[in-house]
């Protein structure tokens, strides 16, 4: 009887054991399934944004290439504007040259003819 009883004991303690070791195991378990899932629809929201991402690309490349185009024709303006502000400069500088030129004969003229005028109503 004793051995039966021992026996019976072990054989309870064992089945105890198993029965823990089981539910820690599958609580392990659980625990996985619930990190997959969630893995999952993190994944699946990320290739859905990808995708969105994909079909939206050649629109943001068409409105970068846009956006260049504009500001390389606004580059272009300003250089041509600053070449026609050259060339007038350049134009006015000729004329003040002339003007300064025809200003000195004028009071070199005027010179010669009050020295005329002098020199007669003397």
């Not at 054989?11 to 659980?30: E, G, P, S, Y």
């Not at 300064?100 to 109503?121: C, D, S």
Request: aromatic residues 14%; charged residues 20%; proline residues 1%.
């Amino acid at each position: 009887m004793v051995i039966s009883r021992t026996y019976t004991d072990l054989n309870l303690r064992m089945l105890i054991f198993v029965l823990i070791f089981n539910t820690v195991i599958c609580l392990i378990n659980c625990y996985l399934l619930w990190q997959i899932i969630r893995w999952k629809k993190q994944l699946t929201h990320l290739a859905d944004t990808l995708e969105n991402l994909e079909k939206q690309a050649p629109f943001f490349l068409n409105l970068m290439v846009l956006n260049l185009r504009q500001a390389e024709y606004q580059s272009l303006l300003f250089r041509q504007q600053y070449e026609n502000l050259q060339q007038k400069s350049q134009k006015i500088l000729v004329l003040l040259k002339f003007l300064k030129w025809f200003l000195q004969r004028y009071r070199t003229w005027k010179m010669i003819e009050n020295r005329q005028v002098a020199n007669h109503g003397g």
